[in-house]
């Protein structure tokens, strides 16, 4: 037999190698708490529970849903946009709804870029972004993520002959995996960069609503003139901790929306109906909860940066997203201190040079542990002298 060679290039995703590691040790009898994945670990609130709950009893619910989602779905991303960021949304035009924004992410390449095209993206990045990428054929041009930098890219140091061969730009604020942030003169730097190079911005704002200490992250979209060549990826997964449920959104530039609904229309068949409801529910009802949700995981991120720190590992306190993105002490990589934590600790760390070759030095923690296992790790990490 014979598999495709995009197959045999592309790595295995980085999560599910994590996953496996845990899974093995677990099978041994041990206690593993994983900052792996940034999966919340608290539940999904209770009125959006039993908005699904009761939508699934409803046959209409049971038939194949649109690619393009109930226009009431629509209708409240458009709402929660404008009520949000004061950026208002034509809900016929302007969204679509998506499986969650890792298929909107990985899938919208498909839509810009061609075999041999290059696509601008921040590197370190969210590993689906260079899987769609790959899969349309395209060369990945990494726009380097330093700290220095506040872990934005520098435009003006894109070479000309990338710039000029880039059918797509990826950007994400705040960032996973870094934590960096944008503020709207970043943004306009970038849209004014996408408008000069005529190329579409991809602009994925997940975690836009995971922030702490009085943090407001903003949409590229607030900007005037971004909505000319600008799509904001966003996802209910973080936001209302619904990362089992599959649902989120791609908004912004009519045309860039449609192009992806094309993609998708002749790849899925949507979201579950009653999940639709679970989401209209989410965005419409009562966004207090997300306030103190936010102050656990800044408790959860107080407890664990000093008792980082102690050991060498360096990291600025993060604003917003789930994760904390630490630089490994001089002599290791990414690979070797996480391998050493897991080995010697059975605590789960993502190397960062999964998310790209700009995230070697640092390992990510991501915040969407319980509050006993973050405690178990601090005890763990007390006074650990690495081995090795
Ligand atoms: C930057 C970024 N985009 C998209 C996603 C995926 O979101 P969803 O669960 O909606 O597919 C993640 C998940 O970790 C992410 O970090």
Known sequence: MRFSQRLEKLPPYLFVEISRKIAEKRAKGEDVVTFGVGDPDLPTPQHVLEAGAEASSVPA???????DGLPELRRAIAGWYEGRFGVRLDPSKEVLPLIGAKEGVAHAALAFVDPGDVALIGDPAYPACWAGVMFAGGEPYSMPLLEENGFRPDLTSVPRQAAEKATMMYLNYPNNPTAGLAELDFFEEAVAFAKRHDI????DACYTEVAFDGYRPHSILELPGARDIAIEFHSLSKTYNMTG???GMAVGNAQLVNALFKIKSNLDS???QSIQQMGIAALSGPQDYLAQRNAIYQ???DKLIPVLARLGLRMSSPKASLYLWARVPQG???GQYATMLLDQLSIVVS?????GKYGEGYVRLSMTVSDSDVDKAVERLRGWKPKG
Do not use: C, K, V
């Open 299 to 301: 408790r959860r991120r």
């Open 200 to 203: 579409p911005l991809l602009h």
């Open 351 to 355: 190397p960062g040079r999964g998310f």
């Open 270 to 272: 949507g979201i579950p």
């Open 61 to 67: 619910n049971h038939r194949y849903p649109e690619t």
């Open 245 to 247: 449920w599959r649902i």
């Open 332 to 334: 290791y990589t990414s």
